[in-house]
Each structure stands twice: as structure tokens, then as C-alpha cells.
């Protein structure tokens, strides 16, 4: 240990700096561009009612809007993804601080429907940047309280969710919808100002070789901090652990930078994707792809079935029930309830994260979500249906909110934006998916089978996070992928 002790990896180096002032102004930015995707997100739950009553579209033709923007997420979640893993992480910004905020302002002047689903699946391209910011922040983050930090980063997405419903009460039923989709993008504008600011990720800077960046920048953040780095010289990764023993077997694949063939900078697009499916990677890329499709189909599912269930008619139910038009009041207020149980999801996310762990916590929060969900399958009051929705998707934005976390730690720092943009790109199929088949059978009056395919795709993500063989909990970031031991 003496030895090495005049070495230090940027995961020692971000341990003795602590988290400071500095990973806040990072935790600021980033937080930023997950609350311009969530209000960007959100507000498909109220222009879609509204578009189809004013340009008389089908159901089919409303749920387009949404499929759109899930459509260039896909694209752009697995485009940005390459984009951060061989440019840097900051250039990976440029989706929601450019096309994001560009589409999304040309969207509210949409003279017809076929602009409308133009432009908004550009916004959905430009949002599938934000899994980077996920990624970029957890770089920056010491390992022993990583799942606490970024539970708290991804309080941002429920700021833009709530603060998008309150927009949409206060805006709708003054203005119009255009009026919301252009305030919408002002987050991204913010973005676009400040991203000359921020710094680069002293770990993929390491990562490229470039150390002495690397250096620099983790003394920008002792100096910011107001600590020291460790005494020594910054070194990728050690050959050894510190003991001098290699890592456990069922840690090596994946959770270990240890020695070995490493994977090599400046890879293309599509090597980078093919070692997701190289012998190490692929049983835990198609799990995390299973994961993730019924993450995202769940969450988007029981936001969506607010408004769907509060706008149906009386062919479906009696007229005491859902009574209301989808441009009153009460859809707002819906929305905005079931919005803030993000806060007690998040909540009970950080108290799971760091004690049961990501495996087991995910499939906590699910089980529960499936619990809240089952009295769903026969019709039930307005205030009974709020409830049981505002404790689904607290619990479902709890298991969305550990599950990216999970995804994001589990690759190594060489394909750590390109993993997990693909898995968010898998995800982002899910929430293309959810309105032209979850929803679509709650408009056309067929409750009972949407929510029996909704605790069916919850079932499966849970069978998927309990086979995938490796907990990050209290580990150290991976850089590399070690393949010796094939």
C-alpha cells in the first residue's frame, strides 16, 4: 500500500475533495436540463386533449403527438449518446440546449398538425440528450453517497413536472396551448446561454488520456471546495485494488477497471455499440433494455391515464363520474395532485438507494406500484382513481428514478453515455408505445385490459432488475471494460 499510495484514481481524488460547492453549480446545470425535459414531457398530457378538440383529430391522430416526440427520443438518446463518449460529455449537451429549444419554440407557431408532429419530434431528438446530464453529474459525485445525490438530482425532473402543471393551470384556460409549448422551452434557451460554463468530466478527460486536464480540473474542484487533493500523481485506474488482490469474480465484468485489455479510445459509433453486446455486457444490456422499456411504459402510462381517465365519456362511465371536458379545471388539478407524489417517491427512493440497494429497491417500488394499480382494473370514483394514481406513480417515478441511476453506474466510464443512451433509447420505445396501446384501450373504453398490460410489463422489469447479476451499491465507477477473464 505504501507504493501506491503515491498514485490516486479520480474516484479517490472526488472521495477526499468531498462533495462541495462545486458539484453544486454542476448539480444546478444538470438539474436544469432534466427539468427542461420533464416540462417538455409533461406538457403532451395537456396539448393533446386540446389540439384534438380544436383541429377535430382522432384519438389515433392525438396519440401521434406523443408517439412523435418518443420517436426522435429514441434517435437522439442513442445519437447523443455517441456524441458524449467520443466528443466529451459537454457536446452532448447541445441536444436539449439547441434542437430542443429551437424545435420547441417553432412547435407553438405550428400552422397544422403534420408541423406540429414535425417539430415535435425534433424536440424529442434534441431531449434524448438528457440521460448525459444523468451521467455527466455522476462523474463528478464521490462513490460513498452517490445513490443519495443522485436521487436528489433527479428531484429536478419532478420540479419540471409540477411546475409544468401549474403552468398549464395558469396558462390554458387563459391563453392558449401555443402559449404553453413556447414558455415550455425557456429552460433550454437557460441551457444553451450557460453551456460554454461548464467543465468538463475529469474522468472521461482521464479516460481519452488527457490527465493533465483531468488534473487540472479535480483541482478547479479542491480549489472551489476549499480542500486538497490527495498527495500523488492522478492515474486512470489501478492495476490492482488497493489490497494488492484482484476484484471478486462477479464484480469483474463490469464493476472493475482492473488490468487487462481495455477498451480503446476514439471507438466508432458502432463498435462502441457492438461491446455493449460483447460477452461481458450483453446479458446485462438486453436486462437493462427490459428494465428500462418497462420503466418508461409505466411511468408515461399512469401520467397519461390522468387525463384519459379524467376525459372520458358517458358511453363509458356514468355521467357522476368523468363528468368534466378535458379543457376544465379539474384535469389541471388532477395533474398537479398525482405530480407532487414524485416528491414522497423520491423521497422514499433515497431512503431505499443506499440501504436495500438498486436491485432490491426497484423491485420494492414496483411491487407497491402494482398494488395501486390492481383496483384500477374495475371503475372507480374520481377521488379514488386520483389516489391510487398518485400512489402508482409515486412509486413508479421512485423505481424509474433508482433504475437510471442503476443504469448509469453499471457501464464503465469508455461507454458509459452510449449504454446508457441506448437503454433510455429502449425506454423511450416504451413511452412510444404506452399512448397507442395503454391509452388507446382506456379511450376506446377497455380499463380493465390496460391496466392488466401495465402490471404485466411492470412484472416483467421486475424479473429483469432481480436477474441482472451485479449491484453497483457502494461501488467505485468502472472506467474500462476488463476482458481477461473470458
Not at 431528438?125 to 462523474?139: A, T, Y
Not at 387563459?174 to 433550454?188: A, N, V
Not at 423520491?346 to 423491485?363: C, E, F, P, Q
Not at 447479476?469 to 473470458?486: A, C, R, Y
Request: glycine share 8%; aromatic share 10%; charged share 15%.
Amino acid at each position: 500500500m505504501a507504493e501506491q499510495g503515491h498514485v490516486y484514481t479520480v474516484d479517490e481524488a472526488l472521495t477526499h475533495v468531498g462533495f462541495g460547492k462545486y458539484q453544486c453549480f454542476v448539480l444546478a446545470y444538470a438539474g436544469l436540463g432534466w427539468v427542461a425535459e420533464a416540462m417538455e414531457i409533461m406538457i403532451l398530457s395537456f396539448v393533446g386533449p386540446t389540439v384534438k378538440s380544436e383541429w377535430n383529430l382522432s384519438s389515433t391522430e392525438e396519440s401521434l403527438i406523443t408517439t412523435a416526440v418518443f420517436a426522435g427520443l429514441v434517435v437522439g438518446a442513442y445519437a447523443w449518446g455517441l456524441v458524449a463518449d467520443n466528443y466529451g460529455r459537454r457536446m452532448g449537451f447541445l441536444g436539449e440546449a439547441l434542437v430542443t429549444a429551437g424545435a420547441g419554440l417553432l412547435s407553438s407557431f405550428s400552422p397544422n398538425y403534420i408541423t406540429l408532429i414535425t417539430l415535435r419530434c425534433l424536440v424529442g431528438v434534441g431531449l434524448g440528450s438528457g440521460h448525459v446530464f444523468l451521467s455527466w453529474f455522476l462523474e463528478f459525485v464521490p462513490p460513498s453517497n452517490r445513490g443519495m445525490w443522485m436521487v436528489i438530482f433527479s428531484s429536478f425532473w419532478t420540479i419540471g413536472s409540477v411546475s409544468e402543471a401549474i403552468g398549464a393551470w395558469i396558462i390554458m384556460p387563459r391563453l392558449d396551448w401555443r402559449w404553453l409549448l413556447g414558455l415550455s422551452s425557456i429552460p433550454s434557451f437557460i441551457l444553451l446561454a450557460f453551456l460554454g460554463f461548464q467543465p468538463e468530466s475529469p474522468r472521461y478527460l482521464c479516460l481519452k488520456g488527457r490527465t493533465a486536464e483531468a488534473h487540472r480540473a479535480l483541482e478547479k474542484i479542491a480549489q472551489v471546495n476549499k480542500t486538497k487533493l490527495p498527495n500523488g500523481k492522478l492515474v486512470a485506474h489501478r492495476s490492482t485494488l488497493p489490497t494488492g488482490e484482484r476484484a471478486p469474480p462477479e464484480l469483474v465484468h463490469l464493476l472493475s477497471s482492473n488490468g487487462g485489455n481495455k477498451t480503446t479510445e476514439g471507438k466508432s459509433g458502432l463498435s462502441l455499440f457492438l461491446m455493449l453486446f460483447s460477452s461481458k455486457l450483453a446479458r446485462t444490456t438486453i436486462l437493462l433494455w427490459l428494465l428500462l422499456f418497462g420503466n418508461s411504459f409505466a411511468y408515461y402510462a399512469v401520467v397519461l391515464l390522468i387525463s384519459e381517465l379524467s376525459s372520458l365519456d358517458t358511453r363509458c362511465h356514468s355521467p357522476s363520474m368523468f363528468s368534466h371536458h378535458p379543457q376544465d379545471a379539474n384535469l389541471y388539478i388532477d395533474e398537479f395532485i398525482t405530480s407532487l407524489a414524485e416528491i414522497p417517491g423520491l423521497l422514499l427512493a433515497a431512503i431505499l438507494v443506499d440501504t436495500a440497494g438498486r436491485k432490491l429497491s426497484i423491485t420494492i417500488m414496483f411491487t407497491l406500484s402494482c398494488l395501486f394499480l390492481l383496483p384500477l382494473v374495475t371503475y372507480q370514483s374520481n377521488i379514488l382513481t386520483t389516489g391510487l394514481l398518485f400512489g402508482a406513480r409515486m412509486c413508479v417515478m421512485g423505481a424509474f428514478t433508482v433504475s437510471l441511476i442503476y443504469a448509469a453506474e453499471i457501464y464503465p466510464t469508455s461507454v458509459r453515455s452510449t449504454g446508457a443512451g441506448a437503454a433510455n433509447a429502449m425506454g423511450r420505445i416504451g413511452g412510444m408505445v404506452c399512448p397507442l396501446v395503454a391509452v388507446a384501450l382506456v379511450a376506446n373504453c377497455h380499463q380493465m385490459t390496460a391496466v392488466v398490460l401495465l402490471v404485466v410489463v411492470i412484472v416483467t422489469s421486475i424479473l429483469s432488475v432481480m436477474l441482472i447479476p451485479f449491484e453497483t451499491k457502494g461501488q467505485e465507477l468502472s472506467d474500462t471494460v476488463d476482458f481477461t477473464s473470458d
